[in-house]
């Protein structure tokens, strides 16, 4: 075995900590395990995937949520030189008979939970590729597949057999982009593009990942990786927590309190709920050191709720092609004695890229921006974690060896990276760039309102205007009248949504982001007349 893998982060775990443990809810309760008992798990499933016809290149699927059996997969498959494809099962279903026949997934491991997901999916020739169905449970539905349940499949193999030697350039893994912008993409990873990340993250300068950390990864393991949070537990040697299925803020509480849990991951919608949670319930988060918030930026009272609690909030930025943590949002030695008020506003931007990573800025014309903090570009990234291409072959987003992100950004003297918005969602109005993302932090900072997604919608005269969508518990008109109000306390006037919709939900994609696409698709007709403050008309 030569170059950089994932088998020795396993190896290490077991072998210097053999009594750590791992623990699992699940629909039936808890299970616990140690580092010694699961990499023994590890390798009877990697036997038994290789007695199946399972090797090198090869792929195979999950549908599962965040639990024990996944997590054996993660290692057990690359062990393999196989890619470990993990499915959101939240995708529509043509979503996922798509990617299964575009992947050729050769089996495919399901939650019994997530049988309904499969045969909605199922369809002959998009599945062709697929030998056999392994159903985590005790429980052998019928499927349209062979189908065998999780405990039969590894009964007859051991934890003794070969496993090949590995390199760096061997595969290890595919996820799929999450189609916010377009079809999701899928992205392979080699295993010494794994390790690189996994490396990266543990740093100080990354998620600062130890061995006396307990891990609770809340973001899903179907979600590139879980942001890379097992394969960096198990490299630190630290205990790993895992929620289960669609975990709700008394779950994710109890599991802190009883697991002793001091660093987690997920969504800011996750932590809002547990905040909401937290105020009609007494709980005990004393060893809650550090929450890792990403796929959208934390409203600013979740920061301030937390501090006020002594949990740091964490802001990172990734995506699928950067395997995915790319920026962490740290504060340098110089800034961590200045004011509050300074610090939070540097902790709310995407942070400062990981070290190993080269990255640019650039305009419409392939120019570099100025590193003031106003200048917005384009932000390009590349690295030994960095994607170079697509599984289809489409090459669009990638420019020599940079990637070209689609996000906007501008970076600020000290070299924070702040995302504007999306390429695809920036609102241009009147010749101006309004920041669709910065609108919706400025009125989810108001307490009444829950959700909040701003789209570019037609108009007659300058282009593109603002049009908000809110999730909010008060009256209508004194809430639009004080979301503008903290609109115009950041932003010119002009940023001003000209129109405030109130839905019950915002539409979402199957991660978890605001199907912005959807609420566009709303508006057939171009907007008109005035809004409430003209922007500068310079186009």
Partial sequence: ?????LRPFLTRAATLYPDRAVVARTGAGETRDTYAGYADRVRRLASALRAAGIGRGDRVATLCWNHGRHFEAYFAVPALGAQLHTINPLLPADDVRRIVAEAADRLLLVDPSLTDALRAAYDPDAFESVERVVV??????????????FSEFVAAHDADGDLPALDG??????CYSSGTTGDPKGVEYTQRMLWSHTMAIMTPMGLDIADSDVVMPVVPMFHIN???????????GAKQVYPGPSPDPADLVGLIEREGVTLTAGVPTVWLGVLDYLEDHDADLSTLSRVVVGGAAPPERLIRAFDDRGVEVVHGWGMTETAPVGAVSHLKPELRDADYETRLEKRKKQGLILPGLEFEVVDDDGDSVPHDGESMGELRVRGPWVAEGYVDGNGDAFDGSWLRTGDVVTVD?????????RAADVIKSGGEWISSQAVENAIMSHGAVSEAAVVGV???RWGERPVAYVVADAARDDLIA?????????FPDWWVPDRFEFVESIPKTATGKFAKTALRARHEDPLAGPVAAEPPDSA
């Fill in 458 to 460: 037609p108009h007659e």
């Fill in 413 to 421: 003297p000290d070299g924070y990276v702040e995302l504007v918005d």
């Fill in 1 to 5: 075995m030569t170059g950089q893998t």
């Fill in 169 to 174: 350039d061997d595969p290890a893994g595919l």
């Fill in 136 to 149: 985590v449970g005790s429980t052998e539905p019928d499927l349209p597949l062979p189908t065998t349940g």
């Fill in 226 to 236: 879980a942001w890379g949070l097992p394969y960096a537990a198990t490299a630190a």
């Fill in 482 to 490: 004080a979301v503008s109000a903290e609109v115009r306390r950041e």
